[in-house]
């Protein structure tokens, strides 16, 4: 099971106070009518499907209840850095955390 | 190399046993091939099998980056049918479980196939009406899928508890006769050994970390760490790992993948003549030749390839399998492993072509590629030999995410993963 620290309660917790919410910052298209079928696909249905850091939002479901961003190893399953909505730590500074 | 028979195994007798050949090959990597199938579990064997069979002479290999039948080929449950709902699937499946019934004969090689039954244990009324929905559709399909009520269950397997009251009482059952189980790693091996016979190279521990596309956008070659291997067509048979392999032709694939764990008991006297399925409670159970109780747990909700799962997922399968079959609550578990399953949207398998021209993807098993085995290998075959998707692989095209025509699974699935 995993330990995750959620960013606004400020602490670790138990995975089963969790749910996980899939890849995350897939930005729903601005203007749908222009959207082609092909941009739909690949907005509903493709994923990065990443094999090392892998960005993805959570939900604190059964604590604070908000959502929030993570970096993931997802070839060892180690949490890297937890961050709020809005936030976006770059390239350098999750590598930064992951030391 | 002989054949396995009666004869041979008495004439081997009389050396003890020391003069067996080697059961394929161990190649090294030849500069070009005209037909390259990377990934060597069961469905990339299979497909190497069919193409060197069924089709015109060509000099195939089989790159595998670990060992063959090291991956999901050797980690799944076994459980073989094809009661899906959808024409589309019922017609695969069920292609692909007429090839397991001679499977042993064909490949000369015992895959220990056992149709001993598949029973899905209804609980409520709502299982009844879903139940009685896939059996006939089923039926309509020309798939064999029947429904028994509880006395009938529990003559067809005896340890079921069909007392009325229970927490999760047994109102009937579905059950397909021609389901059942098979020897999953006797499946590699057979289709490998059949396969190399034909004249496939199978190259073990042979890792693709590159493909090479032409000036013209097809796919030229593949960049190994065993040097460079020029390749006609290239087909991907990579499960898990499909998005890395696919990513290095710069493709696409909507599929994720995630953990599914499974587990064993110690081995026990047989007592478990069939497959039990239980999608409320969430177990499915089935006795292995060794006496074994092979369960399936559900899949981790996060992506990772890890190979690896929470142990509250195995502990949720356990806790509903002593629900249903109480006796075994004081059964040892042996081992637990996981598997790299990769799940489209819709829980149905890609297959066919790709943007790239000469690139062939088969991916998307999820959670029940091994019953798929035969019949993928020789779909996917047929799709490459003839760059034109065989008529049961047509509507599991990659493009069927962009035109909507999904083939809907999901509530399909023996046990909602």
């Known amino acids: 099971m995993l330990l995750i620290k959620c960013p606004y309660c400020e602490e670790s917790r138990p995975e089963l106070e969790f749910h996980y919410e899939g890849e995350a910052h897939i930005a729903r298209p601005l203007d749908p009518t222009t959207v082609s079928d092909e941009e739909w696909a690949e907005f509903l249905y493709v994923r990065s499907n990443s094999l090392g850091p892998h960005r993805e939002r959570w939900r604190h479901l059964y604590g604070c209840g908000r959502f929030f961003n993570a970096v993931r190893d997802t070839r060892t399953d180690k949490f890297i850095i937890t961050y709020r909505q809005g936030e976006f730590p770059d390239h350098d500074s999750v590598e930064e955390s992951r030391r | ?417």
């Not at chain 2, 299982?127 to 089923?138: G, K, L, P, S």
């Not at chain 2, 009482?169 to 389901?179: F, K, T, V």
Request: proline share 5%; aromatic share 8%; glycine share 10%.
């Open chain 2, 1 to 417: 190399m002989s054949d396995f028979s009666i004869l041979a195994l008495l004439r081997h007798t009389l050396s003890n046993h020391q003069n067996w050949r080697e059961q394929w090959r161990s190649p090294t990597p030849k500069p070009n091939y005209d037909v390259v199938i990377i990934g060597g579990g069961g469905h990339g064997l299979a497909t190497a099998y069919y193409l060197a069979k069924n089709h015109r002479p060509l000099r195939i290999a089989v790159l595998e980056k670990g060992w063959i039948g090291g991956g999901n080929t050797g980690r799944n449950t076994t459980i073989i049918r094809s009661n899906y709902l959808w024409e589309a699937s019922a017609n695969l499946y069920d292609h692909a479980l007429k090839l397991w019934a001679n499977l042993s004969r064909e490949l000369n090689y015992n895959v220990m196939f056992s149709p001993r039954g598949v029973m899905m244990l209804a609980h409520s009324i709502h299982d009844e009406q879903i139940f009685n929905r896939h059996i006939h559709a089923n039926q309509l399909a020309g798939v064999d899928n029947e429904w028994l009520t509880p006395q009938q269950a529990k003559r067809f397997c005896p340890v079921l508890d069909i007392n009325p009251n229970r927490r999760y009482p047994i109102r009937g059952a579905a059950l397909q006769r021609r389901g059942g189980v098979a020897r999953h790693d006797a499946v590699a091996w057979g289709y490998a050994r059949a396969a190399d016979r034909l004249g496939v190279d199978i190259i073990q521990n042979c890792e693709v970390i590159d493909i090479e596309k032409g000036a013209d956008g097809a796919v030229r070659a593949v960049e190994t760490n065993r040097g460079r291997i020029e390749a006609g067509r290239v087909g991907v048979v990579a499960a898990g790992n499909t998005s890395v392999v696919m990513g290095m032709a710069g493709v696409r694939i909507p599929i994720e993948t995630y953990p599914l764990q499974a587990l064993v008991s110690e081995p026990v006297k047989p007592i478990f003549p069939c497959v039990v399925m239980s999608n409320t409670v969430h177990a499915y159970i089935s006795q292995s030749s060794k006496g074994e109780l092979v369960i399936g747990a559900s899949t981790d909700q996060y992506v990772s390839y890890s190979q690896t799962g929470g142990l509250h997922i195995t502990s949720h399968a356990l806790e509903a399998v002593n629900e249903m079959f109480p006796m075994f609550r004081r059964l040892r578990m042996l081992r637990t492993w996981g598997g790299r399953v990769d799940v489209t949207v819709d829980r149905s398998p890609i297959i066919g072509k790709t943007p790239v021209p000469g690139l062939f993807v088969n991916c998307g098993w999820g959670t029940g590629g091994f019953k798929a085995t035969p019949g993928s290998g020789h779909v996917f075959a047929a799709t490459i030999a003839n760059d034109e998707p065989h008529h049961l692989a047509t509507p599991f095209a990659l493009s069927r995410f962009v035109t909507g025509e999904f083939i809907d699974e999901a509530a399909a699935a023996a046990v909602s993963h």
